[in-house]
């Protein structure tokens, strides 16, 4: 591929559309020495289909960098990757799923391995635990992720959370304070107001995210709720997801975030048309898996912050919990099981692997001895994502609990049928929780 590969220039659908390009230039150049000796399998050749989703273009760069490694070492084995977005991918597995022709490896979030674990899809992987794969020193909310019923179906490639991310220059430039880490949605959305008071039109202290998932979680467990309970029901009531979207509605009238038709332009796959990239707000609340492409689209200094932690008058308690944002699992029939092992021990345990799989990719390791590596040699972005995620560990929040695929939509859906003046809160409330209940 002749065209090179600029975070300051390439954003994540570029990455995606350019991926088969990246594909094909993989199988063409020895992108690795052939210093991995093979193991010993059943079988001497294997064809293996991985398909996922990726979070930025230097995720995928460095994951076909590091399956090509592991061909160069193990003749006769052929990986073919097959990576897209996230919504994507979901739609092409449901598909494949269907037919009985699911990848022989592929991604899986918490919601994912919610539904195709229990449809027989995903191959338990409790007889590989502790060799060849030890996760003993991994994070106890990553393993979670992967985890149902007591038997783990993925095994977790990074470690993230809910977080803030922040562009400090604004604050200082309107000298707006940032509360510290224990603060209030009554404080968050005093701040957004604030800073867009003081930049004025046309830029907005906060991006709206009434349409995540995530933050949503975050704002139900501050009152003692969960999006999900961990039996896989809602674990809020109506009028707590009424409040949800009243909140924004009331923060989009006092001018801290967008109005909807300038939301709208944001809410898509690419990281370069988020307001806190494209110049129109300081705050961007989301997932720290997105926090190194962000930074590789701007020169002006990111930093990650907690949410609120809770509400005016209330008790504070970190909800942040960390996770899994994106795991490995087995189709159950994969004549390839035991190779696929072995491809995933290189990714996650062999030096060689591990240089390529994570350095630069944006993922951080959910093994202890993976992020204490990263720190030491990868950039200062990721050491902000460590540091953050250390933090959290002080005081580990509840995992988060497997829900339902599609939920982004149906908050976007919901929350920009507010911002437009279609539906009031509770209406979309109403609209949100059937649409939501009828995939359960």
Known sequence: MSRRFDSKRF????????????????????????????????QDAARIRFGGYVESQEQLKQTLATLKAYTDGHPGIEIVPEFTSFSAFTDKLATEAAGGNAPDMFSVNVDLLGEYARRGVLAPLNGYIPKPLDLSDYVDGAIKAGTLNGQLYAIPNDCIAPAITVK???FEETGVPLPGQMWTWEQLAETAVAISKAKGKRFWGLEDAGSNYIPCDVFLRGRGKSMFTPERQFGFAREDMADWF????????AGGIPPGEVQALANGDDP????????????????TDSFV????????????????????????????????????????????????????RFMHFEPAGIALYYRGSGMVPASKAGRAALANEGTDADRKIIAYIDLLQQDPAPPRYPGITGMSGMLRRANEAVAFGKLKPQEAADQFIGEAKARL
């Open 11 to 42: 954003g994540r659908r570029d990455a995606l559309r350019h991926g088969a390009a990246l594909i094909g230039g993989a199988a063409l150049a020895g992108l690795a020495p052939r210093a991995f000796a093979p193991q010993a399998f059943a």
């Open 168 to 170: 400090t220059a604004v």
């Open 246 to 253: 009243a909140y924004w509605a009331k923060l989009r009238d």
């Open 272 to 287: 370069a048309l988020t307001g806190i990239i494209s110049g129109r707000a300081a705050m961007f609340a989301s997932l």
């Open 293 to 344: 492409g962000l930074q590789a689209l701007t020169e002006d200094d990111l930093v990650l912050h907690m949410m609120p932690n809770g509400f005016q008058g209330g008790t504070l308690k970190q909800h942040h919990y960390t996770y899994a944002g994106n795991s490995t699992g087995l189709w159950t029939k994969s004549p390839h099981k035991d190779r696929i092992v072995d491809v995933i």
